[in-house]
């Protein structure tokens, strides 16, 4: 434990750092700041960072299997061709509800792209509550609505035999799992696995390890905890140097460093002068566990 080590990696900010993914093919890491309408791809080789900006906030990428990303854009699922910076419309959501947008999106292991919305915030967690839901693409192009009422549609992801997803809508201060049912992504038997203490704050952006446990970014709390969703116990708590973490995914070599975004909209002068790191991209080594690469779009 003593090795674990953390690190800023890209010099850039984001006022809203989310969704980082791992694009093994191209040792890079893929993320979005959410309000500067910008996807970002960062080469860990290199150290070279590109960015595509799009038309509305953009709240989670993730990898297409035929080429390319799909992107939640606005209230739109979108594909992306990033060498033409082409955006094409894939489906659009929640149609009646002027003032939402997407927010936290993964891919399933069948290559489903899962995505939740919420009212936009006048400030970070102010909002208009339960104006969320959450949906999913399928890769014949249809949406499927799971549910409605979600506060801050958030954290996403899948147990390692497939047969449960995971969920947070932040304002619960919950994970919660469902049973999954891979072949058809039907989802049942909502339940909570862990509920946050005082001191962690609002829960985020999630990702599982290969031992079944997850990593939960926790908002206003500056740290990522590793909870056992089997036994509701949290078993590990990384503190890092900015408070607004947002979100987390396994990346690098083995995809054994822990890649965490953060934001910096909603910290005060004063506070941003004391976290002169907020909105940056941390790695983190030395944890000894791994996760596992990320799902692509199948559509
Ligand atoms: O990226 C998100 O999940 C939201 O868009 C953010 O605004 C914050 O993380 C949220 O306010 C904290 O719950
Ligand atoms: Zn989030």
Redesign the pocket.
Known sequence: MSSIKIESVIPDSSR?G?SPVWEEKSNSLLYVD?PSKKIFRWNSLTKQVQEVTLDSPV?SVAIRRSGGYVATVGTRFCALNWEDQLLTDLCSVDKDKKNNRF??GKVDPAGRYFAGT?AE?TA??VLERHQGSLYALFPNGTVEKYFDRVD?S?GLDWSMDNKIFYYID??SYSVDAFDYDLQTGKIANRRSVYKLEKEEY?P??MCIDTEGKLWVAC??GGRVIRLDPETGKRLQTVKLPVE?T??CCFGGKDYSELYVTS?R??LDPDKLVRQPEAGRIFKITGLGVKGIAPYAFAG
Do not use: F
Request: charged share 25%; glycine share 8%.
């Open positions: 809203c989310e959410i709240s927010n936290d919420m915030e970070p967690a801050i958030n932040s304002l609002i985020d952006g908002y206003n607004k947002t979100s934001a909209d909603g």
